[in-house]
């Protein structure tokens, strides 16, 4: 039971499909007591029924991570329930659809501005909050989701692929800024996975069928397999990594051509 005792809270689930909700059955299945943040209402009722599944002891929450009004109110709520907390899963992004398709260079200043705020300045939102938590706790790990289109030209990911970028450096200078208080900052960068976020982005059956058929493992990447290298940067297992970008993509991100 590599989480007994600790408690995560976990911003990313929309429905029994999101990568958040794999990561979150993993580290309940060791043991964590769990705190779920959803976007909006809409959302409350596919949430909440799958947490139940789960067990009693996990709390649903609500908050919209582009408002630094309902981050306080979130982080209250959690004060209220716990004293401490041992890990944080941001696994949240968002880009106007019109904005998937097509050329980034016709990207408007407001989608811009809406995908970074949401997919990157999160992160910084949050683990700010979360850090006293988990400084009372001895230390804690912080887990964004990212994807290669942060580092390679990946067609129709767009701005998407610049707001990851900026989640990447933003985990590199969390890393630095929390790591003296027992703080680690990491990202997986999964593989695509059929999710809703993805299904927003034009032609993702292709991008599936490129792993499938050019990734050295010869197939997609499953959701658990992120939810067990999640579980490994959460869990005391990678005491010793922090700034870390770790590919779990069937060793796509090697290929050249
Ligand atoms: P998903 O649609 O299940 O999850 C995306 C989540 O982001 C949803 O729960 C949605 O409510 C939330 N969200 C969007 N805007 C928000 C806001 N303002 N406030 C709070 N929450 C908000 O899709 P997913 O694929 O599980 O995505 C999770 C993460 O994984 C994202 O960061 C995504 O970029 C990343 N990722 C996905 C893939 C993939 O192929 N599915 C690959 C690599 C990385």
Redesign the pocket.
């Known amino acids: 039971m590599l989480m007994q005792g600790k408690t995560g809270l976990v911003?990313?689930?929309?429905?029994k499909?999101?990568?958040?909700w794999a990561i979150a059955e993993r580290l309940a299945a060791e043991g964590a007591r769990l705190i779920f943040s959803?976007?909006s209402e809409r959302?409350a009722e596919r949430v909440a029924p799958l947490v139940k599944e789960l067990g009693p002891s996990h709390l649903v929450l609500q908050?919209?991570?582009?408002s630094d009004a309902e981050i306080d109110a979130l982080f209250a709520q959690i004060g209220q329930q716990s004293e401490t907390l041992d890990c944080l899963i941001h696994?949240?992004?968002?880009a106007n659809r019109e904005e998937l398709s097509g050329q980034f260079v016709t990207t408007s200043r407001e989608g811009f501005r809406l995908a970074n705020d949401?997919?990157a300045y999160?992160l910084v939102a949050l683990a700010r909050r979360a850090a006293p938590l988990m400084a009372k706790a001895g230390g804690g790990s912080i887990v964004a989701?990212?994807?290669l289109g942060s580092e390679r030209v990946i067609p129709n990911y767009n701005v998407?692929g610049v707001a990851k970028a900026a989640l990447e450096a933003s985990v590199r200078y969390l890393a630095a800024d929390l790591g003296p208080q027992g703080i680690r900052v990491n990202a997986i960068?999964?593989?695509?996975?059929s999710?809703?976020?993805?299904r927003g982005i034009a032609g993702f059956t292709g991008m599936l069928k490129q792993v499938a058929d050019k990734a050295p493992l010869r197939r997609n990447t499953e959701a658990a397999e992120v939810g067990d290298t999640a579980l490994f940067l959460c869990s005391d297992l990678s005491r010793g990594v922090t700034g870390e970008i770790i590919h779990v993509d069937s060793g796509y991100h090697i290929v050249g051509m």
């Open positions: 911003v990313g689930v929309a429905n499909n999101s990568i958040a959803y976007q959302l908050c919209d991570a582009s696994s949240i992004a968002f949401v997919s999160s989701l990212t994807y998407m960068s999964a593989g695509p996975i999710t809703l976020a993805a």
